[in-house]
């Protein structure tokens, strides 16, 4: 392994932070059609599961092997988590267009770091879409599904305000 390959954050190794428990195995949030997860990604599973769209919320130096990802629909929007809620027009956008590619019998997987709060926030948004839930509904979907989805507060707390989508 060269220098370079050895420096380089892949989303497809574990991540490891003191005090912070690594990632749940991904959670399927909508059978056969939506997913949760975060980091590794273990691309033969997602190819095995039929999964083919994947939205990576995951820190702008985390990136998949290219041969990974290789004939799937790859998105790449990372987010932050932390104490202000990412632009709310984004996160909206990405989840309408994940939701739409659902829609069209796409099967998406949905992933940041540690499959909680980034991915949370989007999986909840794509849950309102293609179930017509509130955001409050939708938040207690995917937190009945996935342990310890959308802890953080802020993030929450905006979900909860949204009504059913139009």
């Not at 949760?36 to 033969?44: K, L, Q, R, T």
């Not at 939701?99 to 069209?104: D, F, K, N």
Request: glycine share 8%; proline share 8%; with cysteine.
């Amino acid at each position: 392994m060269t220098d370079v390959e050895q420096s380089v954050n892949w989303t497809t190794d574990p991540v490891e932070l003191p005090g912070v428990d690594p990632a749940d195995p991904p959670t399927e949030l909508v059978p056969g059609q939506l997913w949760h997860g975060g980091c590794p990604v273990d691309f033969a599973w997602v190819r095995e599961t039929g999964i083919d769209v994947v939205l990576d919320l995951a820190d702008a130096d985390a990136y998949p092997p290219a041969d990974d990802i290789e004939g799937l629909t790859y998105l790449k929007c990372p987010l932050e988590d932390g104490d202000d809620l990412p632009d709310p027009a984004v996160t909206l956008r990405l989840a309408e267009l994940v939701a739409g590619l659902v829609r069209e019998g796409r099967q998406a997987l949905v992933h940041c770091t540690f499959g909680r709060n980034r991915s949370g926030l989007v999986v909840t948004l794509i849950v309102r879409e293609l179930l017509g839930l509130s955001g409050r509904d939708s938040l207690e979907y995917v937190q009945e599904r996935r342990d310890r989805a959308v802890n953080n507060e802020v993030f929450a707390t905006w979900l909860t305000s949204l009504p059913q989508p139009s």
